[in-house]
């Protein structure tokens, strides 16, 4: 009898500890659920992230874009150096005998401010002739720029902060994303900086291989250059040289700073294809 009694008891507890965890268990889903500490699938986090892309070429035609080259009004396309074939944009120079400093830019339609934008590029074939020798795969992402509108025409290069986009002649060190400043100024660690360019510390990217540049711009803030997921360069407070004839035109009420403006692409002499460009709006 008093074998029983234990045995008894000892499954009637076993019933109650076991309801209990299950109790536990289902409160346990329950919290997890409200507070959104469940464990998730990284690629999906990516993918929810990713979805806010805003993809600026639509891979058939320039639609949103207007071309601006030097020696020639805004919005006219000379020798249709920007072109899109085979679902590429394209910066082609077939029809310039020479390219006598027709130095051009692509602009994206509108102004932003706070955003990250991404594009990927390749250097191909050969330079224009009498294209500079500095401009050999050369190109470049200007940010914060003025309208086309705006330009002279016989402006070079409009005041902006330029993401310069350089590849390797297949032997020597060539850093990529490096900065450059047409009519601005920027400042580093606190201070002024004047010179034109700024070398970042990316390596270096031999042959026609894609590269995949992005930039985050924050407003009159920071601005990072991003090369393969690693910041090679980062400065603050972009704004107007009031010291350049062309930034000397836009400058109103003595505001120098920068906190928006255009993004465009650049024709500099030497053939580059896009196959995305792409924004991410942070505001």
């Not at 999906?44 to 035609?61: A, P, R, S, Y």
């Not at 899109?84 to 932003?112: C, I, M, N, S």
């Not at 070398?199 to 991003?226: F, L």
Request: charged letters at 25%; hydrophobic letters at 35%; glycine letters at 10%.
């Amino acid at each position: 009898m008093v074998w029983y009694a234990v045995d008894s008891h000892d499954k009637e507890s076993d019933g109650l500890l076991m309801k209990w965890q299950l109790f536990l268990a289902g409160l346990m889903l329950v919290f997890l659920a409200a507070t959104g500490t469940q464990a998730s699938d990284p690629q999906e986090e990516t993918k929810k992230k990713e979805e806010n892309w805003i993809q600026l070429f639509n891979g058939k035609d320039l639609t949103g874009w207007t071309p601006k080259i030097r020696g020639y009004p805004s919005g006219e396309n000379f020798g249709n150096t920007f072109r899109v074939e085979d679902g590429l944009l394209k910066v082609r120079y077939d029809a310039y005998p020479e390219f006598q400093e027709r130095f051009g830019h692509l602009f994206h339609e509108g102004t932003y401010s706070k955003y990250r934008f991404r594009v990927e590029y390749r250097f191909v074939d050969k330079q224009v002739a009498g294209g500079p020798s500095w401009a050999i795969r050369n190109s470049g992402v200007m940010v914060h720029g003025q309208t086309p509108e705006s330009m002279t025409q016989d402006q070079d290069f409009p005041c902006s902060i330029e993401v310069q986009l350089l590849g390797g002649d297949g032997k020597n060190p060539r850093t990529t994303l490096n900065l450059c400043t047409p009519g601005t100024h920027v400042e580093m660690d606190g201070k002024l900086v004047t010179r034109h360019c700024t070398s970042s510390k990316s390596k270096t990217y031999h042959g026609d291989q894609w590269v995949t540049a992005e930039i985050y711009v924050d407003g009159n803030n920071v601005i990072k250059h991003i090369v393969d997921g690693e910041v090679v360069l980062e400065y603050q407070k972009p704004q107007l040289d009031p010291g350049d004839a062309s930034a000397k035109r836009i400058i109103k009420d003595g505001m120098l700073q920068l906190d928006r403006g255009t993004i465009s692409l650049q024709s500099e002499s030497h053939p580059v294809d896009f196959r995305k460009v792409e924004i991410l709006i942070l505001e």
